[in-house]
Structure formats: C-alpha cells, structure tokens
C-alpha cells in the first residue's frame, strides 16, 4: 500500500519587503489570546467577557483554545481592552495570556477589517474603568539582525511613561493602571509598524494575583 503524502507547510521568506510595510501604511493587527479567571466561576467569567466586547470592526473567532482578533490596531486592542476589563472581578485572580502580530508574511485573512473607521466601539463605555496590572512583556523583531536597539526603545518608552518596574530573564515587567498599559501596547504596535517590518509582541496581564 502507497505511503499517504503528507502535507508538509510553507512558509514566505522572513526579510526584506515581504515581512510587512515599514513606515507604510498599517496591514492587519492580529492578537491570540487566552483568559485564565482562577475562579469556579471561570466559564461564565470568560464566555460572558467575550460576548460583551464589541467586535463589528474585527475579525473574530473564538475555539476550544483561545479568542483571535485581527484588523486596525486600534480595534483588535479597543476589542481586546473590553474583554479583559470585562472579565475582571474585584479580588479574583486572573491572567491573559496575548500574542500580538504586526506584518506576518501572509497574513491576509480579514482584511476587509481594514476598511473600518476610526471609531472605537468599546473605549466610551470602558474608558473610565481602573484596576492595577502586572504585566510581563517581550518583543520580537524578525528577520533582522540588529534589533536589540528597537527592543531597548520600547522598553525606555515604558520608563518614560512611568510603568517600568524591573527587566528580568527573556521579559520586563510593567506595573500601572489598566488604561495606561493598553495605551503603551498602542504606541509599542505603532512603533513596530513604523520601524519593524514582522514583529510579534508577547504579553501577560496579571490582576489580584495571590503572590503579590
């Protein structure tokens, strides 16, 4: 019997222009996220924190895993801000877990998102909502190879803004209100588009954490 022929993937070249638009304009946003609520009540903490953020003006999809959200910067993260102050209980535990992508060679999927206004669908209902975060962070620059200067920018970026706390092994930690750490994640996306062609940004979002 003929041995099946398995489907191996390819994948585009990781340099130069095919890695995404420098100081262009901006291509799709893409974030993959999970919430973890360390309450027995974490299926309707987390079922009901997704259904309530507004995602008409993201591409969006939700399985056994993890939530995606793709499209302009300022959408996936208005929609991804509205989860996870939607999923914030005083006194429980409860971390995200995000992969932000900037200019992924193909990444295509959604790009009719892009045609979206500049209207957020969830900051007026959520702008004055206020919790501290912990967060660990990491960037990514690919296919280059001088790229300690860009992460040493976004992390001097988190200085100035007074949400520094201490660099540690592969991550540094931010500490800061809730509103002032997605408006870095803006401004660190910005900056990616801007001087990175693929970048992907790792974050970890922790509230009420017992350890603390």
């Not at 919790?131 to 200085?159: C, Q, W």
């Amino acid at each position: 019997m003929p041995e099946k022929k398995k489907k191996y993937v390819e994948y585009g070249c990781c340099c130069g222009s095919s890695c995404g638009r420098v100081g262009g304009p901006e291509g799709i946003t893409g974030c993959r996220f999970s919430l973890s609520p360390m309450s027995d009540a974490y299926v309707d903490i987390i079922l009901e924190a997704v259904r309530q953020a507004d995602v008409s003006k993201v591409y969006s999809l939700t399985d056994e895993l993890s939530t995606v959200y793709r499209g302009r910067r300022q959408h996936v993260l208005d929609a991804l801000k509205a989860c996870f102050t939607g999923a914030y209980r005083e006194g429980v535990h409860m971390v995200l877990e995000a992969t932000l992508s900037k200019g992924c060679p193909g990444d295509t999927e959604g790009e009719s998102y892009l045609a979206a206004d500049d209207v957020l669908q969830n900051e007026p209902r959520i702008r004055d909502v206020h919790f501290p975060v912990t967060s660990k962070i990491s960037l990514y620059p690919m296919g280059m190879e001088d790229y300690m200067p860009h992460i040493a920018a976004v992390v001097n970026r988190a200085v100035d803004l007074g949400i520094y706390d201490r660099s540690a092994h592969y991550v540094t930690v931010l500490k800061g209100d809730v509103q002032d750490l997605f408006s870095y994640f803006d401004w660190v996306l910005g900056y990616c588009a801007e001087h990175l062609g693929h970048a992907v940004f790792q974050v970890t979002l922790s509230v009420n954490s017992p350890s603390e």
